[in-house]
């Protein structure tokens, strides 16, 4: 084994050429692995856009369908909620990338700062979204989980609701579908919140590593890409958002 | 890949800023509308300000309008076959015997 390397590093010093520390030897240039990585990081973000697609095109499907149940079960969520957290969502994305930009530059500490911003406005985003989930679990809408279906099949046992949209009460057969609502309502916004936690995570690996000044020596690679998957996440929000709030107010 | 930009393109805050506040803007727009009865257009006007801010996110954010061609081609291939992919099943849904359409 240590002979093998011991001849690599024989070959390579005949032909080796100056490059910064982070290039790796099998790329030609910087900006060659850069555009590698990128690619590759595109790539991923598609096999997501497929793995989100499916739930995407099941809520079309299913809406569709039971259409009424949809309506009266997207009532049950709050549009001031809903707004709050995709301000909230947008404004990280910013500030992720003036993370980029940050980091492009070598500023090291405006790039920790916008780091702990994101980070702190993720951690917002999923307190929001925990405060919608406990009301979802106090009403009995978590599908799965003592179900009820009062709030649609006698829609005045929830004033709160009630006031707003005066909903007709539901035959049981269509209530039993809001279910199938909530089911996709926990499975994407789950899902959504389950990419946002795995994003904070990172963060905090990367803000770590950038006090160590990791990103300002012009390597930019990791923010860039990180950049690119908290963004994505920015997307599937925007699209969660009038889908599952927005579109059932006027029917 | 050999035809791309040799020094990285730096996107400056001010653009960042621009497309921040429009993004922010076109929220509160959508939330507006669904104020707003508009019968079936309700749903259309609400995705088709979600397809803008995505490209806007996508174009600056994501910083594809000054990347690569194979960048840019990777990633309207991807929503072309994902736009693709759902046709493809609606159609097979619609023309069903079984469906509730």
């Known amino acids: 084994m240590s002979d093998s ?19 790796r030897h099998h790329f030609e240039s910087v900006s060659q692995q850069f555009d ?25 499907i299913l809406r569709n369908w039971y259409y009424e149940a949809f309506v009266q079960g997207s009532h049950q969520l709050s549009i ?57 679990w106090v009403k009995h809408h978590v599908p799965g989980f003592h179900y009820s279906v009062e709030s649609f099949t006698h829609p005045s ?32 916004t789950g899902l959504h919140a389950l990419h946002m936690i795995i994003g904070i ?9 950038a006090r160590a000044g990791a990103y300002t020596t012009g390597h930019v690679t990791f923010v860039e890409n990180f950049g690119l998957y908290w963004h994505f996440v920015d997307i599937i929000w925007i699209f969660l958002y009038p889908l599952l709030y927005l579109i059932s107010r006027h029917t | 890949m050999s035809e791309s930009t040799e020094e990285h393109h730096i996107v400056s805050p001010k653009v960042y800023v621009t497309i921040a506040a429009i993004l922010l ?30 490209s806007l996110v996508v ?12 960048t840019k081609l990777t990633v309207v291939s991807g929503i072309f076959i994902f736009l693709g992919l759902i046709s493809m099943t609606l159609a097979d849904y619609i023309s069903r015997a079984w469906g509730r359409w």
């Open chain 1, 5 to 23: 390397t011991a001849i690599a590093h024989g070959n390579a010093a005949d032909s080796h050429h100056e490059h910064p520390p982070y290039q």
């Open chain 1, 36 to 60: 590698a990585t990128n690619f590759a990081m595109w790539l991923f973000l598609l096999t997501e856009v497929m793995f989100f697609g499916g739930l995407f095109t099941a809520y079309l």
């Open chain 1, 80 to 136: 001031f909620w809903g707004t709050s957290n995709t301000a909230v969502l947008i404004t990280s994305s910013f500030t992720m990338a003036m993370a980029v930009w940050c980091a492009e530059t070598k500023r090291k500490g405006a790039l920790q700062l916008c780091l702990w911003l994101t980070f702190f406005l993720g951690l917002v985003f999923l307190g929001i979204k925990s405060i919608e989930y406990h009301e979802k």
């Open chain 1, 157 to 188: 046992s929830d004033p709160e609701v009630f006031n707003e949209y005066h909903d007709h009460p539901m035959a049981p057969d269509m209530a039993a579908k809001t279910e199938l609502y909530f089911f996709l309502y926990f499975a994407m």
């Open chain 1, 201 to 209: 995570g990172i963060l905090g690996f990367m803000l770590v590593r």
């Open chain 2, 25 to 54: 803007i076109m929220t509160a727009a959508t939330c507006g509308m669904s104020y707003v009865d508009l019968g079936v257009f309700n749903a259309v006007v609400a995705l088709a300000i979600a397809v803008f801010k995505a």
């Open chain 2, 59 to 70: 174009l600056f954010f994501m910083h594809v309008k000054y990347s690569s061609k194979l």
